[in-house]
């Protein structure tokens, strides 16, 4: 059985193996952010996201040439603040080309680090390939003293030029660590020791250009993904909501009376309401208005009828989901059933 899995292995890798000396065909697609910023003065902090093309990227890392032939797009030049559902859509539309149609081996995203783990899941979950996307950024501005991006942006090309990252979904390239798109969190305001992997710690990391894999992604992901934005051009609308002692009930009436079609609660504790916001979510599920329970904590699951009563008021549990990545779950999801069970049994499979 050993034997007939290595001879299989073999098989597979010598069958996508590249020509030898050919090296993997990778494309950049440019988005912004910090790597692209430029700030005052190489030691100041205040510093202006998305200022600087992909070719000015690539110039500052000609390593990268090693690794692989790589060429660059500019698809927007924004701060990752201003990462909208139209710029999501034209992003994962646009990767499926390039990997479905145009010949690449594997794709690069920068991207300013505010909301790189909402894009990476949000791709993770509509790319239709098992080549390498990786997304990378950079906590510091391009000129300045000890820039991350030069670093990053290498490995990254590192991780989408190598086989160890095919069929790992999309995943995130900081710091010399790759995260899973699912679990990745940005844990600190300014520090470039920032993504985390949650309870389950980073998925692999680079050294010396090269991709060492720890674990694989257990969520259905990119191929296996039943999403598929190549006929859509807008996502249903989805809000989330924060809860606090003494939560106003305002945020919420305001998002249902706008139509929205989902309402994610970033909950205290397991996912819990305080008593008004509470009443308007059971008033707003009942009106066609989505729910899903989430949490502000940090780590941790928000479960199925644990302290709120979810088969009966037909919420949904976020379970592994943070507020923002439920967000990305619900408005998918909506694509597709509005059925909250249906939807229950994405939130356990994505
Ligand atoms: N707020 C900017 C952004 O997310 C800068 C942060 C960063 O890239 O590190 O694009």
Known sequence: M???????????????????????????????????????????????????????????????????????????????????????????KRINEILNDEGYDGVVVTHGTDTMEETAYFLNLTVKSEKPVILAGSMRPSNAISADGPANLYNAVAAASSPACRGMGVLCCMNNQLLDAKTVIKTHTIDCDTFEGG?????????????????????????????????????????????????????????????????????????NFYKDVFDVAVKAQESGVQIVRSSRCPTGPTCLNSEVEDSKYHFVASLDLNPQKARILLMLALTKTHDWQEIQQLFKEY
């Open 2 to 92: 050993r034997t007939l899995k290595h001879f299989m292995a073999l098989a597979l890798a010598l069958a996508m193996a590249l020509p030898i000396g050919a090296k993997p065909k990778i494309r950049i697609i440019a988005t912004g952010g910090t790597i692209a910023g430029v700030s005052v003065t190489s030691a100041s902090t205040a510093y202006t996201a998305g200022q600087v093309g992909i070719q000015t990227l690539l110039d500052a890392v000609p390593q990268i040439l090693n690794l692989a032939d790589v060429d660059g797009e500019q698809l927007v030049n924004i701060g990752s603040q201003d990462m909208n559902d139209e710029v999501w859509i034209k992003l994962a």
């Open 199 to 271: 309870p389950s710690g980073i998925i692999g990391y680079i050294y010396n250009g090269e991709a060492h894999m720890l674990q694989t992604p257990n969520n259905k992901h990119t191929v296996n993904s039943v999403f598929d934005v190549s006929k859509i051009s807008r996502l249903p609308k989805v809000g989330i909501v924060y809860g606090y002692a003494n939560a106003s009930p305002i945020p919420m009436q305001a998002l249902v009376a706008a139509g929205f079609d989902g309402i994610v609660l970033a909950g205290v504790g397991d996912g």
